[in-house]
C-alpha cells in the first residue's frame, strides 16, 4: 500500500513537472517569435542593403574593365546611388511572413546586351541572407 502511494506520488510530481516545462517552452517559443517579429527589417532598410550590394558590385565589376578613369567611374557610380536605391525600390516585391520577409528583387538595365540579375533575398533579425541570384 505504501509502494502505491509513493508511485502515484511520482507520477504526480512528474506530470506537475512536464506541465511547468512546457509551459516555460510555451513562453520561450511565443517570447522568440515576438523577439522575430520586432526585428524582421522594414523594406527601407532592405533597400539601403540592396543598394550598398549593388554599387558595391558596380564599382568591383564594372568600374575595374573601365580601362581609363576608373576614378571617375567610382565616383559617377557613388553620384547614381538615389537613383539606383529608387530603382530598386520600385523593382522589389516584399512577401511579410511577420517573423520574416522574403524580398525579390528584378534589376534591367536599359542598355542593349546587357543582362537582367533577380535575387531573392531573407530579412530576419535585423539581417539580410541574399539566397538567390540569377542573371538572365
Known amino acids: 500500500m505504501g509502494s502505491l502511494c509513493l508511485e502515484r506520488l511520482k507520477a504526480k ?33 532592405y533597400n539601403e542593403y540592396a543598394t550598398s550590394k549593388l554599387v558595391e558590385f558596380a564599382k568591383d565589376e564594372g568600374c575595374s574593365k573601365v580601362p ?3 576614378d571617375r567611374c567610382l565616383s559617377v557610380v557613388d553620384s547614381l546611388r538615389p537613383q539606383i536605391m529608387e530603382g530598386i525600390s520600385q523593382s522589389t516585391q516584399r512577401q511579410n511572413f511577420i517573423l520574416f520577409s522574403i524580398y525579390k528583387t528584378e534589376i ?6 546587357t543582362p537582367s540579375y533577380q535575387f ?12 538567390k541570384q540569377e542573371e538572365n
Open 13 to 45: 510530481v512528474f506530470m506537475k513537472t512536464l506541465k511547468i516545462l512546457a509551459s516555460v517552452g510555451g513562453i520561450a517559443a511565443i517570447g522568440l517569435g515576438v523577439a522575430m517579429a520586432i526585428a524582421n527589417p522594414s523594406r527601407e532598410a
Open 68 to 70: 581609363v578613369g576608373k
Open 108 to 113: 534591367s538595365i536599359p542598355v542593349p546586351l
Open 120 to 131: 531573392e533575398t531573407l530579412g530576419a533579425f535585423q539581417s539580410f541572407y541574399t539566397f
